[in-house]
């Protein structure tokens, strides 16, 4: 159970908390998640809570996504360049922050619109590039299975939280201040592909 509850919150603070602390769990738990934070703001800043139905699908596509690479990654199912990962995920912010663009009415009719898939698939990147901090804090000759799972919660309950700071931050400056939906959009957007941009072109010489 302290396991459990160790990696849970190692899971959690890997994507909630900025800060570094003593431990060796808790030192990889405040490796920089910028790039999770940038793609969760690139995929659900369109939305609203209103639309918190395709919120909870966009998120749980997203979620199995990473899921199954983290999994498979960790018990060595699927090997990877680590350098590929690492440069891929702010592609994949790149990706998600210019297909904003394109929405413009904000009246999401599809029942399955391509953003869902895009969740998924990028997820599966994602995924690999959690497994590699988790790998590196996981013995050999442990049952990973307890703490894989107690990981992958911590994961998403950290992401749970970030996506609930962005619908808050939306509802204050869009509903409240009545800024402009569109133009909130373009602007975040914007913002998160130039950080993204920067990410990808600084670990382009890594590869």
Same mark, same amino acid.
């Given at each position: 159970?302290?396991?459990?509850?160790?990696?849970?919150?190692?899971?959690?603070?890997?994507?909630?908390?900025?800060?570094?602390?003593?431990?060796?769990?808790?030192?990889?738990?405040?490796?920089?998640?910028?790039?999770?934070?940038?793609?969760?703001i690139a995929l659900t800043i369109?939305?609203q809570f209103a639309e918190w139905?395709?919120?909870?699908?966009?998120?749980?596509?997203?979620?199995?996504?990473?899921?199954?690479?983290?999994?498979?990654?960790? /018990?060595?199912?699927?090997?990877?360049?680590?350098?590929?990962?690492?440069? !891929? @995920?702010?592609?994949? #912010? $790149? +990706?998600?922050? &210019?297909?904003?663009?394109?929405?413009?009415?904000?009246?999401?009719?599809?029942?399955?619109?391509?953003?869902?898939?895009?969740?998924?698939?990028?997820?599966?990147?994602?995924?690999?590039?959690?497994?590699s901090y988790l790998k590196s804090?996981?013995?050999?000759?442990?049952?990973?299975?307890?703490? /894989?799972?107690?990981?992958?919660?911590?994961?998403?309950?950290?992401?749970? !939280? @970030?996506?609930?700071? #962005? $619908? +808050?931050?939306? &509802?204050?400056?869009?509903?409240?201040?009545?800024?402009?939906?569109?133009?909130?959009?373009?602007?975040?957007?914007?913002?998160?592909?130039?950080?993204?941009?920067?990410?990808?072109?600084?670990?382009?010489?890594?590869?």
């Amino acid at each position: 159970m302290n396991d459990f509850r160790l990696y849970l919150e190692t899971g959690f603070q890997h994507i909630a908390n900025w800060r570094g602390n003593a431990s060796l769990l808790q030192q990889l738990a405040s490796i920089p998640t910028s790039d999770h934070i940038l793609f969760l703001i690139a995929l659900t800043i369109r939305y609203q809570f209103a639309e918190w139905k395709k919120i909870l699908i966009l998120v749980t596509a997203f979620t199995i996504g990473h899921s199954i690479t983290l999994a498979l990654s960790v /018990l060595h199912v699927v090997s990877y360049s680590v350098s590929w990962i690492e440069f !891929l @995920i702010p592609v994949t #912010i $790149l +990706i998600t922050a &210019f297909s904003n663009l394109f929405v413009k009415k904000f009246v999401f009719k599809t029942k399955f619109p391509p953003i869902y898939f895009m969740a998924l698939f990028f997820g599966l990147i994602h995924g690999l590039g959690f497994s590699s901090y988790l790998k590196s804090i996981l013995g050999k000759d442990q049952n990973i299975v307890t703490q /894989l799972l107690a990981f992958n919660i911590g994961l998403e309950l950290g992401q749970i !939280l @970030i996506v609930l700071i #962005i $619908l +808050i931050i939306s &509802f204050i400056l869009v509903s409240l201040i009545k800024i402009n939906r569109r133009e909130y959009l373009l602007f975040i957007s914007a913002a998160v592909f130039a950080l993204a941009l920067n990410m990808a072109l600084d670990r382009v010489h890594s590869l």
